[in-house]
């Protein structure tokens, strides 16, 4: 695998290659496979919330995957086109918002 990331929590490890597993690290078994790349992820990385998961490739594509609780579609839910071949991808965590605010 080149990439590896783990959902806070520890329920899951996701590692890609050309193709990205889901591994349920309770079973030690592979769960799901996304597809979505056509050349070698260079980044994985979870919403702070684990709900989605982003993906970048030197296919020069950033994929955003379902990974709430009951999702099982292996279709990324929307997908980026990049001018040139991500090297790292991080997601930044929401600012929490103030009482009162809307």
Do not use: M, Q, Y
Request: hydrophobic content about 45%; glycine content about 6%; overall charge negative.
């Amino acid at each position: 695998a080149h990439r590896l990331t783990a959902r806070a929590g520890g329920d899951l490890l996701v590692t890609g290659a050309t193709t990205i597993k889901v591994w349920d690290l309770a079973t030690r078994a592979s769960s799901r496979k996304l597809t979505g790349h056509a050349s070698a992820v260079t980044g994985l990385c979870f919403s702070a919330d684990g709900s989605l998961l982003f993906s970048s490739s030197a296919d020069r594509f950033i994929n955003v995957w379902d990974f709430a609780p009951d999702a099982a579609s292996t279709a990324a839910l929307r997908v980026f086109t990049l001018d040139a071949v991500p090297t790292h991808l991080a997601v930044a965590p929401a600012p929490e918002e103030e009482e009162g605010e809307a």
